[in-house]
């Protein structure tokens, strides 16, 4: 079985300032890891995912999360936040079964403060 | 259209009433998905359509009835609802089973029972 845990259901950021959102993963196999991310009123998009190559991953909007076996974390960063990053981002994980067996996390509301 | 459509987007219904969700999805994916997400908790999945078989059903209430009468289109059928069933229900649709895919999500149907 796997699960995925996230840190802060809310985070608080300045614009302009690092975004760190933190996400912990338990899988009794090699995992495959996924952010999404949920606009208002939107459902959830693909920002990135770990599929085994590289355990630096880049996503979109300037988004990036580092794959720490470790650690079994996989944390969401991005350098400079916008106020266009204001959303809610769930960490998920996949396991292979014959279709995308996938467990999300409860996910962390980003605020940027202007 | 393009992506995972939905609709109705919102629905207010009565504990007695009956109502369907639709969902289609332009992608020729071959696996479809029923979330329910509620706040504060994590999304549930509901049910899982893969090659218009029913493969997962995570103990969903009767009153929830899903069909899928071919690849591109999903229904859940709703009757006798709970006001504890109000949430935002989201559909899915991916390709594949080896566990890296992505989710594609429609925006939901949020779904108010009075």
């Known amino acids: 079985a796997q699960s995925v845990t996230q840190l802060g259901s809310h985070v608080s950021v300045s614009e302009g300032a690092l975004v760190l959102l933190r996400c912990n993963y338990s899988?009794?196999?090699?995992?495959?890891l996924f952010w999404y991310v949920q606009y208002p009123n939107q459902g959830l998009q693909l920002l990135l995912k770990?599929?085994?190559?590289?355990?630096l991953v880049k996503g979109i909007n300037g988004f990036e999360a580092e794959f720490k076996k470790s650690e079994t974390s996989f944390h969401l960063t991005k350098p400079s936040a916008h106020m266009s990053d204001a959303a809610e981002y769930f960490c998920?994980?996949?396991?292979?079964?014959?279709?995308?067996?996938?467990?999300f996390g409860t996910g962390t509301k980003l605020q940027v403060i202007p | 259209e393009t992506g995972v459509t939905q609709t109705p987007r919102h629905l207010v219904m009565g504990m007695t009433n009956k109502k369907s969700l639709k969902c289609e999805q332009h992608?020729?994916?071959?696996?479809m998905y029923w979330y329910k997400q509620s706040a504060k908790k994590p999304l549930e999945l509901m049910f899982v359509?893969?090659?218009?078989?029913?493969?997962e059903n995570n103990s969903v209430p009767s009153r929830f009835s899903p069909e899928c009468p071919n690849s591109s289109h999903l229904f859940l059928h709703l009757h006798t609802l709970q006001p504890e069933d109000s949430a935002l229900y989201l559909c899915?649709?991916?390709?594949?089973?080896?566990?890296?895919?992505?989710?594609?999500f429609g925006e939901g149907s949020r779904l108010t029972v009075l």
């Open positions: 992608l020729g994916h071959n696996a």
């Open positions: 899988s009794s196999v090699p995992p495959y």
């Open positions: 998920a994980v996949s396991v292979s079964g014959g279709y995308q067996k996938v467990t």
């Open positions: 770990y599929t085994s190559a590289a355990t």
């Open positions: 899915a649709s991916s390709q594949g089973g080896d566990g890296t895919g992505e989710l594609f």
């Open positions: 359509y893969s090659l218009e078989e029913r493969v």
